[in-house]
């Protein structure tokens, strides 16, 4: 009955049971995943939320990004063990399957440890003022807090590393960061795993589009993941899906797309950003000292809430600046909200369309352009301009392009996926463009506008 000593359990409702590797299970100086899991850099992640701000409007999508970085590592294991044959048939030099399965486990726990409150906004709207991403700053985490942790890690729940083998956390960075085009100086077998944490299916998206997709209660079952995982292997191209694998790679596309319409760009989600976006702006100063690379120990402790927790006291601030803040936070926490949505329109952009070069890229372009065309007395009213944007696929010569591959059965060749017609059809991208006003008085002239900006085609910048 030893073999279920072997490791412990966490009960997922979206993959199951997820095994990891206990301390009382490893050798002496080996470190558990379960002491990776404990760690606070990465238990910081259950009081962050997966979706943003969705949760507001979504009650039931209450998950964190802790679930989610359990749910990608089981993914990783369950990608490792499925394409190492493969993997070690077209690369050279490439590590046992015990070595390359725990790197990608721990670079999917790992891949979100530099998250803010908020997520994502938290990028647009503070670490990119120091120059940052979440994936950057969470790389140098794993570089000055978890590295040492890291190299004793030595076996996972289904194999385990050779004697000579030390995990590399350098090569965890490399996996987690989004491609530059420079992989010059790495192993070819590290640049095809990299396709599984930033390419066009990964285990990054595939967890949080079923798990987000059933925490929100838009579908139970959202894609086939199964048959995905069954018709990839690794060729002499890289990351590649058999043509029976397409369709089911179509849907999930698709699925994710129509997550961000319904879910992340839903039009009370974006208000409460929009909102947010204006309490952020005045807050920054006062909720944290300064570039979390030189506070990292400050940043650990800076979640939504802690946040939400601070900002709530400000009202009794006897600062008036901060109590001001603190009222505009106290009306934010009770769901009042400024703007409400007006009107909305979608463009969509195929390949060859210039997407730079309409006045929809840009909230700036996309707000003078309405302007214009409403009357001269409505031109002044206070208004928000949101061109929300999803991407389908990376397109043609993107960094992250490149990574993905079709076989075709009947000629046996390795082909582009956009070789394809079902894949070509998708979009590279497409604009939610809304118009968010503060009561619904003029909506019809605000929508009357729009169309005008639309069928005349004023929507190019340049000639082009």
Not at 70 to 93: E, F, I, N, T
Not at 139 to 165: F, K, Q, Y
Not at 236 to 249: C, N, S, V
Not at 251 to 277: K, M, N
């Amino acid at each position: 009955m030893s073999e279920f000593e072997l490791e412990s359990l966490s009960n997922d409702p979206v993959h199951g049971y997820i095994p990891f590797t206990s301390p009382e299970t490893v050798a002496k100086g080996e470190v558990a995943e379960r002491q990776m899991i404990d760690h606070p850099w990465i238990q910081r992640l259950r009081q962050i939320h997966q979706l943003q701000t969705a949760w507001w409007v979504f009650p039931a999508a209450e998950h964190t990004r802790f679930q989610h970085v359990l749910g990608a590592m089981h993914l990783a294991s369950r990608a490792a063990q499925k394409l190492y044959p493969s993997l070690h048939r077209v690369c050279d030099d490439v590590p046992s399957l015990g070595y390359v399965e725990t790197l990608m486990r721990m670079a999917a726990l790992l891949h979100d440890v530099g998250h803010g409150p908020f997520g994502h906004f938290f990028d647009q709207h503070f670490l990119a003022d120091y120059g940052l991403t979440h994936e950057t700053l969470g790389s140098e985490i794993i570089r000055r807090r978890l590295a040492d942790l890291l190299v004793g890690v030595r076996r996972n729940p289904n194999s385990r590393m050779d004697d000579h083998e030390r995990l590399d956390p350098e090569q965890i960075c490399f996996l987690i960061t989004r491609p530059t085009g420079a992989t010059a100086q790495q192993p070819q077998w590290l640049c095809f795993l990299q396709s599984l944490f930033c390419g066009l299916y990964t285990v990054d998206n595939m967890d949080f589009v079923l798990r987000d997709a059933y925490m929100s209660g838009y579908s139970t079952r959202a894609f086939d993941l199964a048959r995905i995982l069954y018709y990839t292997s690794f060729t002499e191209k890289g990351l590649t899906i058999h043509e029976r694998g397409l369709a089911a790679l179509v849907r999930f596309i698709a699925v994710r797309a129509d997550l961000f319409r319904a879910i992340y760009f839903h039009r009370t989600v974006r208000a409460i950003d929009l909102t947010l976006q204006d309490l952020f702006a005045e807050s920054k100063p006062f909720l944290f000292p300064g570039n979390p690379l030189e506070h990292l120990d400050d940043y650990l402790h800076l979640t939504e809430w802690s946040l939400l927790v601070r900002v709530a006291s400000w009202q009794n601030s006897t600062d008036p600046t901060i109590q001001e803040l603190g009222e505009g936070w106290t009306r934010f926490l009770g769901r009042n909200v400024r703007w409400k949505m007006a009107c909305e329109r979608t463009i969509f952009f195929q390949p060859g369309q210039s997407e730079q070069a309409s006045i929809f890229s840009d909230h700036h372009l996309f707000e003078a352009a309405i302007r214009g065309q409403l009357p001269a007395e409505l031109r002044g009213l206070p208004l928000r301009f949101d061109p929300a944007r999803h991407v389908h696929r990376p397109g043609a010569h993107a960094p992250a392009a490149g990574q993905n591959f079709l076989y075709d059965s009947v000629t046996q060749r390795i082909r582009r996926l956009d070789d394809r017609e079902l894949f070509r059809q998708i979009p590279l991208s497409y604009r939610l463009c809304r118009i968010y006003a503060e009561d619904s008085g003029h909506n019809a002239e605000l929508a009357a506008a729009m169309d005008r900006l639309m069928s005349d085609r004023v929507d190019d910048v340049t000639n082009m």
